[in-house]
């Protein structure tokens, strides 16, 4: 065994580490340098035969050997590391700029957008946004809202009963109104609320009705709030809506159990601009929905006491809304899904 073989052995391998290409390469070569049938190997193998008093220093060096072949294995090996990733990267790399032709752009249905307007609107207005479950309790949908069991006023909501609990204890939301409790009983006043959703009624589907149509609630409670805020809001909020300020609206008094009292709002025509059209009978009128001053059994039943908030309270649909500023004839049009109607909006 010649001792000095070894830097001939080290001055090799540091050149075939240096040499390798990538990690594969690299693996094999130090298989061949630094394994069990590397010719280092066998100058470990061979310190058996070497006089007793040589045999440390020579155990030393090809110690050293083995350490520098090893340090020099494992920084090639981080280099070959990065480089291969650095290769992979660029080769995954993924041009997100790029437009393909052939590829229609899809964009959220016509009730969801007019939605996300109605609330980009509110917010602007200071008002929070919140969302009810849309199968409600008897007690949400009607009890709480001062329609008590047998009252005339639910003939007029034809209800769908889900067979959940008692029979007759769990509804599909007939209106938003629902959320209003479920707001109240989870904020203190001052509330500015609104809340869009989705209501059922058991109504035979034509231009105007559909089963399932969309509601947004509104929701006042404040020290102090009177039917003129109910009305300047209306009158904010429409102008923002549409965009213009030559629509009014109007106040027609009106009957529902939560509110007292209570209106139905209208707006002018807006296709007209109230001199009567198709559109809105020839009245110059639209009507938009239900309004008024929340009822002081209401408040209590959101654990509000009536004498010292007041509050209004309004619901709408969405469904109608989106109808008339858009010039549609018929709602069921929506429902359909043929993408050259609702690609125009
Ligand atoms: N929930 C009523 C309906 O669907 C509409 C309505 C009327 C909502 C008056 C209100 C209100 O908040 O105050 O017919």
Request: negative net charge.
């Amino acid at each position: 065994m010649n001792l000095d073989d070894l830097d001939s052995l080290q001055h090799d391998g540091l050149q075939r580490f240096a040499a390798a290409t990538g990690l594969d390469a690299l693996k094999a070569i130090e298989i061949e340098v630094l394994g069990k049938n590397a010719r280092l190997t066998e100058f470990n193998k061979g310190l058996g035969s070497v006089a007793a008093d040589e045999r440390k220093a020579a155990g030393a060096r090809i110690n050293a050997t083995r350490q520098a072949l090893t340090h020099a294995l494992a920084s090639r090996r981080i280099e070959l590391a990065a480089q291969e990733r650095r290769v992979r990267l660029e080769a995954e790399r993924m041009d997100l700029t790029e437009v393909i032709a052939t590829t229609h752009q899809g964009h959220v249905h016509l009730i969801t957008r007019t939605t996300q307007d109605l609330e980009d609107i509110f917010v602007g207005m200071g008002f929070q946004v919140f969302e009810g479950p849309e199968a409600e309790t008897d007690w949400y949908n009607f009890e709480a809202l001062n329609f008590p069991p047998g009252h005339p006023a639910r003939t007029m909501h034809d209800t769908f009963q889900l067979e959940l609990g008692e029979p007759g204890s769990v509804v599909l939301r007939t209106h938003t109104s629902p959320t209003q409790l479920r707001v109240m009983q989870q904020m203190k006043p001052p509330i500015y609320a609104v809340m869009p959703g989705r209501c059922y009624r058991r109504d035979t589907p034509d231009a105007r009705h559909l089963p399932t149509f969309h509601q947004i609630e509104a929701l006042v409670i404040d020290k102090g709030i009177t039917l003129g805020h109910l009305a300047g809001t209306i009158d904010t909020f429409i102008a923002a809506y549409f965009g213009r300020n030559d629509l009014r609206t109007r106040l027609r008094p009106s009957y529902f159990p939560f509110t007292e009292p209570s209106a139905e709002f209208d707006i002018t025509c807006p296709f007209c601009g109230g001199s009567g059209c198709r559109v809105c009978g020839r009245s110059g009128w639209i009507e938009l929905g239900g309004c008024g001053m929340v009822h002081p059994t209401v408040l209590r039943n959101g654990g509000i006491d009536p004498e010292e908030y007041t509050g209004f309270a309004w619901g709408f649909g969405i469904d109608r809304l989106a109808m008339n500023r858009h010039n549609l004839e018929d709602l069921r049009d929506l429902l359909d899904n043929d993408v050259r109607l609702l690609r125009q909006f």
